[in-house]
Protein backbone atom coordinates (compact mmCIF):
# COMPACT_ATOMS: atom_id res chain seq x y z
CA UNK A 1 0.00 0.00 0.00
CA UNK A 2 2.79 2.47 0.83
CA UNK A 3 4.53 2.02 -2.52
CA UNK A 4 1.33 2.70 -4.41
CA UNK A 5 0.57 5.36 -2.31
CA UNK A 6 3.51 7.37 -3.26
CA UNK A 7 3.76 6.48 -6.64
CA UNK A 8 -0.53 7.62 -6.94
CA UNK A 9 0.68 10.56 -5.19
CA UNK A 10 3.39 11.21 -7.41
CA UNK A 11 1.59 10.82 -10.74
CA UNK A 12 -1.18 12.93 -9.43
CA UNK A 13 1.46 15.69 -7.96
CA UNK A 14 3.55 16.01 -10.94
CA UNK A 15 1.11 14.91 -13.71
CA UNK A 16 3.43 16.54 -16.38
CA UNK A 17 6.61 15.67 -14.76
CA UNK A 18 6.00 12.27 -14.29
CA UNK A 19 3.79 11.71 -17.31
CA UNK A 20 5.38 8.38 -17.91
CA UNK A 21 3.67 6.89 -14.64
CA UNK A 22 0.12 7.73 -15.87
CA UNK A 23 0.37 4.58 -18.62
CA UNK A 24 1.30 1.81 -16.00
CA UNK A 25 -1.95 3.22 -13.84
CA UNK A 26 -4.30 3.63 -16.77
CA UNK A 27 -4.16 8.00 -16.69
CA UNK A 28 -4.60 10.42 -13.97
CA UNK A 29 -8.39 10.17 -13.48
CA UNK A 30 -7.63 6.15 -12.67
CA UNK A 31 -4.06 7.07 -10.70
CA UNK A 32 -6.45 9.58 -8.78
CA UNK A 33 -8.86 6.89 -7.71
CA UNK A 34 -6.36 4.25 -6.84
CA UNK A 35 -4.39 6.99 -4.56
CA UNK A 36 -8.40 7.74 -2.78
CA UNK A 37 -9.06 3.75 -2.46
CA UNK A 38 -5.48 3.19 -0.68
CA UNK A 39 -6.41 6.20 1.29
CA UNK A 40 -9.68 4.77 2.05
CA UNK A 41 -7.64 1.33 3.15
CA UNK A 42 -5.48 3.54 5.18
CA UNK A 43 -8.06 4.68 7.22
CA UNK A 44 -10.57 1.57 7.41
CA UNK A 45 -6.70 -0.22 8.96
CA UNK A 46 -6.63 2.40 11.34
CA UNK A 47 -10.25 1.95 12.72
CA UNK A 48 -10.12 -1.54 12.75
CA UNK A 49 -7.08 -1.73 15.41
CA UNK A 50 -8.70 1.25 17.21
CA UNK A 51 -11.75 -0.88 17.77
CA UNK A 52 -9.86 -3.58 18.97
CA UNK A 53 -7.86 -1.36 21.64
CA UNK A 54 -11.18 -0.53 22.75
CA UNK A 55 -12.41 -4.42 22.76
CA UNK A 56 -8.75 -5.16 24.65
CA UNK A 57 -9.61 -2.21 27.00
CA UNK A 58 -8.37 0.78 28.18
CA UNK A 59 -5.57 -1.38 30.78
CA UNK A 60 -4.71 -3.52 28.22
CA UNK A 61 -3.18 -0.75 25.87
CA UNK A 62 -1.67 1.19 28.98
CA UNK A 63 -0.01 -1.86 29.36
CA UNK A 64 1.35 -1.87 25.93
CA UNK A 65 2.35 1.80 25.61
CA UNK A 66 3.83 1.82 28.91
CA UNK A 67 5.55 -1.48 29.03
CA UNK A 68 4.64 -2.54 32.31
CA UNK A 69 0.73 -3.50 33.62
Given at each position: ?60 F ?8
Amino acid sequence: MGVGSLVTGLAIYRPVQLSFLHGPLGGYQNARTIHFLLTAGYCGFFLMHVGQVIRAGWPNFRSMVSGRE
